[in-house]
Nanobody, 127 residues
Framework: QVQLQESGPGLVKPSQTLSLTCTVS??????????WAWIRQPPGTGLEWMGA???????YYSPSLKSRTSISRDTSKNQFSLQLSSVTPEDTAVYYC???????????????????WGQGTQVTVSS
C-alpha cells in the first residue's frame, strides 16, 4: 500500500518561499505509481492542482502557478518536494501530496485521477 506524508513549516511569512516535502513508502518515485503531485485547498474553496513530477523526472505545472512553483525529487530518500515562492496570504491552504497510477500524462491536472493521498498539512501565510 502506497503511503504519503507531508512535512514542512505550518507558518510562512509573506514574500518568503513555502517549502514542503512528501515522503513516500510502499512505492517508488522512480517507478510506480507513475506521477506525484501537489494539490492544495484554500479555505472555503475546492481543490487546486499545483503541479506534478513524473517518475521519469519530467515536471508539469499549473499555468496559473508556474512562475512561482518548483517540484523536485530526492530519489535516495524516496521524497519529492514543493517550493512556492513569493507567497501571499492567498496561498494559505491545506497542502496535499498525491500519487496516480494512470499511464498517460494527459490528465495529470485532474484530482480524481489521484488514487493515493497524504493526510494534508495546513500552511498559513501571515506576518
Amino acid at each position: 500500500q502506497v503511503q504519503l506524508q507531508e512535512s514542512g513549516p505550518g507558518l510562512v511569512k509573506p514574500s518568503q518561499t513555502l517549502s514542503l516535502t512528501c515522503t513516500v513508502s510502499g512505492g517508488s518515485i522512480t517507478t510506480r505509481p507513475t506521477a506525484w503531485a501537489w494539490i492544495r485547498q484554500p479555505p472555503g474553496t475546492g481543490l487546486e492542482w499545483m503541479g506534478a513530477i513524473h517518475n521519469d523526472g519530467s515536471t508539469y505545472y499549473s499555468p496559473s502557478l508556474k512562475s512561482r512553483t518548483s517540484i523536485s525529487r530526492d530519489t535516495s530518500k524516496n521524497q519529492f518536494s514543493l517550493q512556492l515562492s513569493s507567497v501571499t496570504p492567498e496561498d494559505t491552504a491545506v497542502y496535499y501530496c498525491a500519487a496516480t497510477t494512470m499511464a498517460s500524462t494527459d490528465n495529470l491536472a485532474h484530482q480524481n485521477e489521484y488514487r493515493y493521498w497524504g493526510q494534508g498539512t495546513q500552511v498559513t501565510v501571515s506576518s
